[in-house]
């Protein structure tokens, strides 16, 4: 996916609160020709501390939902049955709960569901008086941030290519997780 032909900086740290986007927005004064990106996307603020104005806003479709068709539904309740993660009764679907799994699909006599991509979050590609910048925001109760820190970084990886960039400056997400 990524071709890496482009050095990356990555600040990060086991933990949150230790500085990583302060010492990035350092960094970004100091080195002319770079793209910027905040790979917190759970909790981004490089935004804010470089006052960036957002040029593209873009979906992200993180996870599969569960989606009723009404018209085919008797509300026989063998999704119900079925749904280990309780997101799913025959008046009501909880996309936060729903894990995607397809077990109320398939359990539907009357195939009435069906698994449809579902946005759980946004990413933004900005400009900054210190370059441009790509950052997220991933929905509360969304999974699958890993998936949108690796979008920030091909955006991020995209645009250094196109403007022939000399480095790529990631202000890492806190924790190990991501």
């Known amino acids: 996916m990524f071709t890496h032909k482009i050095p990356q900086i990555s600040v990060l740290s086991g933990k949150g609160g230790t500085g990583k ?9 100091l080195e002319p020709e770079k793209v910027i990106a905040d790979c917190d996307v759970d909790a981004a603020n490089l ?36 749904c280990r993660f309780d997101a799913i009764t025959v008046d009501s679907i909880s996309h936060t709960k729903c894990e995607g799994c397809g077990m109320c699909v398939l359990a539907c006599p009357n195939q009435a569901l069906r698994l449809e991509p579902y946005v759980c979050g946004q990413y933004y590609v900005a400009e900054t008086s210190y370059g441009p910048l790509v950052h997220a925001h991933l929905f509360a ?31 890492g997400p806190p924790g190990i997780g991501c």
Not at 21 to 29: V, Y
Not at 72 to 80: F, L, P, Y
């Open 21 to 29: 986007t302060t010492l990035t927005a350092s960094f970004s004064a």
């Open 47 to 82: 935004h804010i501390v470089l006052k960036a104005r957002d040029k593209e806003t873009i979906d992200f479709p993180g996870a599969k939902v569960a989606v009723r068709d009404a018209e085919k539904c008797q509300k026989i309740g063998e999704c119900e049955r079925v």
């Open 141 to 171: 109760g969304a999974e699958n941030s890993g998936r949108l820190v690796t979008q920030v970084r091909k955006k991020a990886e995209d645009i250094a290519l196109a403007d022939g960039a000399e480095v790529i400056l990631i202000d």
